[in-house]
């Protein structure tokens, strides 16, 4: 069964620092992995979306890689802001059907 | 990119009525759309899995009953909570494939849904 975990599960750090989300999952089979923000009360917005042929996206100050074979993905966030404060899902769907495996999310604080 | 419109964004109901939530695809065609359910400080709850023009599919634990979902076109899934009860109250999120972004999912705004 797959499982994605992410570490850490909250982070709080000041404004201006350079940070990495972790994402791990069991099961290589996933098919791609994409990394989302919500914002208190509000719905997803889509981030980075990592094809299983890629090793890693960006966009701005994101970038995300993946690699299949330890089961990891990561989140790098360069030169923090308090607008990054939000909690970050990764999720990726299996080979078989389009149902998303998600991670718990990590609570991101940026400090002015 | 791909948009899915969700609606309403925030609803109140007493206890007894039903409440419908639609979300449309906007820009893109969703054969399917996935609906979730969210309670505070948790992660996302997949409810029912919906393709259009079939029945849908639900998680286990979650009342088909109570939680009917119809997608009768490609661009409109709507889910209805009937009898809806305290313990409803929760934020509904639906979500679709993205047609041509090879499996990339977009997700609407969200419903906050409270009965009282």
């Known amino acids: 069964k797959q499982e994605v975990t992410q570490i850490p599960a909250a982070l709080s750090v000041p404004e201006g620092e350079n940070l990495v989300l972790n994402c791990s999952f069991t099961d290589s089979a996933i098919y791609n992995l994409q990394w989302f923000r919500q914002d208190p009360g509000k719905g997803l917005t889509s981030l980075l979306l990592i094809q299983s042929s890629q090793r890693e996206q960006t966009s701005g100050r994101l970038n995300a890689s993946l690699d299949k074979s330890s089961g990891r993905s990561t989140l790098y966030i360069a030169a923090s802001q308090p607008g990054d404060s939000a909690t970050y899902l990764c999720?990726?769907?299996?080979?078989?059907?389009?149902?998303?495996?998600w991670g718990a999310g990590t609570k991101l604080i940026i400090k002015p | 990119g791909a948009v899915v419109s969700q609606h309403p964004s925030r609803v109140i109901c007493k206890s007894g009525t039903s409440v419908k939530i639609e979300c449309r695809s906007l820009?893109?065609?969703?054969?399917?759309m996935f609906w979730y359910r969210q309670f505070p400080k948790q992660s996302l709850m997949l409810m029912a899995t919906?393709?259009?023009?079939?029945?849908?599919?639900?998680e286990q634990g979650v009342e088909k009953d109570k939680f009917l979902i119809n997608h009768a076109s490609l661009t409109l899934s709507t889910l209805t909570v009937t009898s809806a009860h305290p313990e409803d109250s929760s934020f509904y999120i639906c979500s679709a494939p993205e047609a041509g972004v090879n499996y990339g999912y977009t997700f609407g705004s969200g419903t906050r849904l409270t009965v009282v």
């Open positions: 820009d893109f065609q969703a054969t399917t």
């Open positions: 999720a990726g769907p299996l080979d078989s059907n389009y149902q998303l495996i």
């Open positions: 919906s393709n259009e023009g079939s029945k849908a599919t639900y």
